[in-house]
T-cell receptor, first 112, second 109 residues
Framework: DAGVIQSPRHEVTEMGQEVTLRCKPI?????LFWYRQTMMRGLELLIY????????DSGMPEDRFSAKMPNASFSTLKIQPSEPRDSAVYFC??????????FGQGTRLTVV | AQRVTQPEKLLSVFKGAPVELKCNYS??????LFWYVQYSRQRLQLLLR??SRESIKGFTADLNKGETSFHLKKPFAQEEDSAMYYC???????????FGAGTRLFVKA
């Protein structure tokens, strides 16, 4: 297994544009997490899914953020419209029964 | 409320010195604790978990339920240990995992 795969690795976009981040979890893992990492706030849990169902989205900062998991092998995090303060590294992680979470390489988002 | 506290943002030690990265948690349920490491510009990687009671790269961590702590220790720090270290708490059922703010360890030659 190639691990958790995120795309794109880097994204630079203009304020107001829609941004979609993608994640492919490890096959067989039934939990998926989206985190945001910034210097100021550290690692924040945005939302997590279990068996493709969103369990807790209390960490999603605003209505501009939305996440979906249409099937066990794919999830998206969308920001619409994007703002400069959304600039951060966004990590996706997946976890199976027991064990720790496995993280993707992250998407470095820059909104100018 | 569940919380993970890492009181030190930065810890700087000399090579060969002992190192201890502190982690305290707040959770009324049965906790599952982890340490993750993030080397420069890389993904977070699981370092160890309390259930396994293992030693990885010379690091160990013991869960102290009385003190609600899960400090990470290594007797002799190496330069390659320089990284960001995150303590994490998984809630009962294993779904939600929350992280501390992280401690940056800098090992000086």
């Amino acid at each position: 297994d190639a691990g958790v795969i995120q795309s794109p690795r880097h994204e630079v976009t203009e304020m107001g544009q829609e941004v979609t981040l993608r994640c492919k979890p490890i096959s067989g893992h039934n939990s998926l997490f989206w985190y945001r990492q910034t210097m100021m706030r550290g690692l924040e849990l945005l939302i997590y899914f279990n068996n493709n169902v969103p369990i807790d989205d209390s960490g999603m900062p605003e209505d501009r953020f939305s996440a979906k998991m249409p099937n066990a092998s794919f999830s998206t995090l969308k920001i619409q419209p994007s703002e400069p303060r959304d600039s951060a590294v966004y990590f996706c992680a997946s976890r199976g029964a027991g064990g720790g979470a496995f993280f993707g390489q992250g998407t470095r988002l820059t909104v100018v | 409320a569940q919380r993970v506290t890492q009181p030190e943002k930065l810890l700087s030690v000399f090579k060969g010195a002992p190192v201890e990265l502190k982690c305290n948690y707040s959770y009324s349920g049965s906790p599952e604790l982890f340490w993750y490491v993030q080397y420069s510009r890389q993904r977070l990687q699981l370092l160890l978990r309390h259930i396994s009671r293992e030693s990885i790269k010379g690091f160990t961590a013991d869960l102290n339920k009385g003190e609600t702590s899960f400090h990470l220790k290594k007797p002799f720090a190496q330069e390659e240990d320089s990284a960001m270290y995150y303590c994490a708490l998984s809630l009962t059922g294993g779904f939600k995992t929350i992280f501390g703010a992280g401690t940056r360890l800098f090992v000086k030659a």
